[in-house]
């Protein structure tokens, strides 16, 4: 699941953000279709009612009814939009029971609409029924297909009519009114998705290009720290841009990076001033050694003070660059540690050394000072110890060991501290 989400800042809002545009737009969607089904329901069920309304307020003779219908008709259609206006092509029926049985399927929201309407008109009506079936197989349609040949034309038989059955209000009889359910609009849904993309692909265009501009300047300071640990003396101030949060931010990294280049400064002059002092009498001590009688003991004298020099070097190497020096030069092993293990048989101590000439790419000083301060340590607490050299696949081991109380579990990692 991690590798699936954006690692980088950018990323990370941008998914957020887009996520949440995302469900606001398709929440907007729904409420957008809903409201056009809300307003095709709407026509729907103000048709009917006015050719309910209508019918019981037509006048006696043909002619005024005709005009009656007439301008009932221009009335309906300026009430409501033309993609949900049915013509009125079926007559009313009037019947002393309902066409909607009990068994058919009641639409009880059109029902409850069409109710409401009626009684704001001051149409007092008993029981209402509204159903929905097909043309074909409603009775009074078939007996007008016997009349009207039009009614028996394919389109008008696989129709889905809308029947509203309404109990007159002084029992008088049932009024139905048959309407064809008009189509949704031609490519609503398709209109209303792609509004929804092109608001959603606008809005996060629109983020994208602010978000950035946030983002870039940390992108900017991340890299310039990486590039700063990696080597102190690559100094450089970064341009202050972005918010005035960000501007701030790079103005302390600046300031902070300016002290720790001048603190690192400070730090080499006064480590290449103790190496200077320290290293001064080393070079008297080893000119004083040459009058030593003993060519051996002046021969170990000397190197000993050259490892002096060099363990001194690589403490100031180290110190300077934070990291041990890269150069390494193949050694033998076995010599480096008989030398070592003979030092401390010079001085007495209980030292042995078992192993055959093997060669490594080390850094020689450091693996000499490693073992002398094992062995040392041996030595101290137990009194002897052993170094032995062997090879493991593409390894080199140096393994110390003696009888000693050995480490505490808590201390081991003590060991890995410098000096």
């Known amino acids: 699941m991690k590798r699936l989400l954006p690692s980088s800042l950018l990323g990370q809002v941008m998914l957020v953000?887009?996520?949440g545009l995302l469900a606001a737009q398709t929440v907007s969607a729904v409420l957008l279709f809903r409201a056009a089904e809300e307003r095709r329901e709407t026509a729907i069920v103000s048709g009917i009612a006015i050719r309910l309304i209508a019918d019981d307020g037509r006048p006696a003779g043909a002619a005024e009814r005709r005009a009656h219908r007439e301008a009932m008709q221009r009335h309906h259609e300026a009430l409501v939009p033309r993609p949900f206006a049915p013509r009125m092509r079926i007559r009313i029926e009037r019947s002393d029971t309902s066409p909607v049985a009990a068994g058919d399927e009641r639409l009880s929201g059109y029902e409850?609409?069409?109710?409401?309407?009626?009684?704001?008109?001051?149409?007092?009506?008993?029981?209402?029924?509204?159903?929905?079936?097909?043309?074909?197989?409603?009775?009074?349609?078939r007996q007008l297909a016997q009349q009207r040949p039009r009614f028996r034309r394919p389109e008008w038989q696989d129709r889905d009519l809308l029947v509203a059955s309404v109990e007159r209000g002084d029992g008088q009889g049932w009024v139905t009114v048959r309407v064809p359910e008009p189509p949704r609009a031609p490519g609503g849904m398709a209109a209303i998705a792609l509004q929804t993309l092109v608001i959603f692909a606008v809005l996060v265009a629109l983020l994208f290009l602010v978000v950035r501009r946030l983002t870039r300047p940390l992108a900017q300071l991340?890299?310039?720290?990486?590039?700063?640990?990696?080597?102190?003396?690559?100094?450089?101030?970064?341009?202050?841009?972005?918010?005035?949060d960000t501007r701030r931010l790079i103005a302390a990294y600046n300031a902070m990076e300016a002290r720790i280049?001048?603190?690192?400064?400070?730090?080499?002059?006064?480590?290449?001033?103790?190496?200077?002092?320290?290293?001064t009498p080393l070079a008297a001590l080893r000119v004083r050694i040459e009058?030593?009688?003993?060519?051996v003991q002046r021969e170990r004298m000397a190197e000993s003070i050259e490892d002096i020099t060099a363990t001194l070097d690589d403490i100031l190497i180290l110190a300077r660059l934070g990291s041990a020096p890269p150069s390494r030069e193949p050694v033998d092993l076995a010599a480096l540690a008989r030398g070592v293990v003979e030092e401390f048989e010079d001085l007495?101590?209980?030292?042995?050394?078992?192993?055959?000439?093997?060669?490594?790419?080390?850094?020689?000083?450091?693996?000499?000072?490693?073992?002398r301060n094992l062995v040392g340590n041996a030595v101290r607490y137990a009194g002897s110890a052993r170094v032995t050299l062997a090879s493991s696949h593409s390894e080199a081991l140096i393994v110390v060991e003696d009888d000693g109380p050995g480490i505490p579990e808590d201390r081991i990692t003590d060991m890995l501290e410098p000096f």
């Open 17 to 19: 953000l887009a996520l």
């Open 348 to 371: 007495g101590e209980q030292v042995t050394f078992e192993g055959q000439r093997l060669v490594a790419s080390v850094q020689t000083t450091w693996v000499r000072r490693a073992l």
């Open 112 to 141: 409850a609409a069409l109710e409401r309407v009626l009684v704001a008109q001051g149409f007092a009506p008993g029981e209402i029924r509204v159903t929905r079936r097909q043309a074909a197989q409603d009775a009074f349609i």
């Open 291 to 295: 009058s030593v009688p003993d060519p």
């Open 222 to 244: 991340t890299e310039r720290l990486a590039d700063f640990s990696r080597d102190p003396a690559s100094t450089g101030a970064l341009v202050e841009t972005g918010p005035a």
């Open 261 to 279: 280049a001048a603190l690192l400064d400070e730090k080499n002059v006064m480590l290449g001033a103790i190496g200077h002092d320290l290293k």
